[in-house]
């Protein structure tokens, strides 16, 4: 089956912008989870949906924000972008909530974003 | 709150030979998953192996093992006959399974393939 469709794969964006990324997890995983994966910070967890309810969010300002749909996929949005917004942004999705509930979390493979 | 930690920024190893990579975390809870990711140039990250915490026995798939060692709250990975395709980021991370749950990773091992 496929796996986890995160579009667009590349970005370039102007500070000040706002971008908004998509993330298409696997058919009949309904949480998706969206990390930061950065050079100096790693990888921080930005935050959680299942079921279109945020389940668990991160310590990120608010410009950063995201919702889920019906059909299980999710966008996240940044808005007023700023030059350390500039990342990795990968996208998780698993059955149920928590990759510790006995059920893998499969990853797609990143929005690499570009703030300039 | 949790934290991981990996301490080997880099490592390397001969084709075929054995690498173990390194991992501690901390933690006052007592329930939780750790697991080994890993990230080749393609930039997905791949679930290499987990470990629950209220099992004694280590995990093993293949040729990658663990040595889970609670009390000293470490987390190796053991890659055996090491393969070019082993190339990558590793990085280990905690989810605990209490609460709004959320994977912790730590900063990443990256590992070249001598051939």
């Known amino acids: 089956k496929a796996g986890v469709t995160q579009t667009p794969r590349y970005l370039i964006k102007t500070r000040g912008q706002q971008v908004t990324l998509s993330c298409s997890p696997i058919s009949g995983h309904r949480s998706v989870s969206w990390y930061q994966q950065t050079p100096g910070q790693g990888l921080q967890f930005l935050f959680e949906?299942?079921?279109?309810?945020?389940?668990n969010k991160g310590n990120f300002p608010g410009r950063f924000s995201g919702r889920q749909f019906s059909n299980s996929r999710s966008e996240m949005n940044v808005s007023t972008l700023e030059l350390g917004d500039s990342a990795l942004y990968l996208c998780?999705?698993?059955?149920?909530?928590?990759?510790?509930?006995?059920?893998?979390?499969?990853f797609g493979q990143g929005t690499r974003l570009t703030v300039v | 709150a949790q934290t991981v930690t990996q301490s080997q920024p880099e490592m390397s190893v001969q084709e075929a030979e054995t690498v173990t990579l390194s991992c501690t975390y901390d933690?006052?809870?007592?329930?939780?998953?750790l697991f080994w990711y890993k990230q080749p140039p393609s930039r997905q990250m791949i679930l290499v192996i987990r470990q629950e915490a209220y099992k004694q026995q280590n995990a093993t798939e293949n040729r990658f093992s663990v040595n889970f060692q609670k009390a000293a709250k470490s987390f190796s990975l053991k890659i055996s006959d090491s393969q070019l395709g082993d190339a990558a980021m590793y990085f280990c991370?905690?989810?605990?399974?209490?609460?709004?749950?959320?994977?912790?990773f730590g900063t990443g091992t990256r590992l070249t393939i001598i051939p």
């Open positions: 949906y299942f079921s279109e309810t945020q389940r």
């Open positions: 991370a905690y989810i605990s399974n209490f609460g709004n749950e959320k994977l912790t």
């Open positions: 933690t006052s809870e007592s329930d939780y998953y």
């Open positions: 998780a999705s698993s059955l149920v909530p928590g990759e510790g509930k006995g059920t893998e979390a499969f």
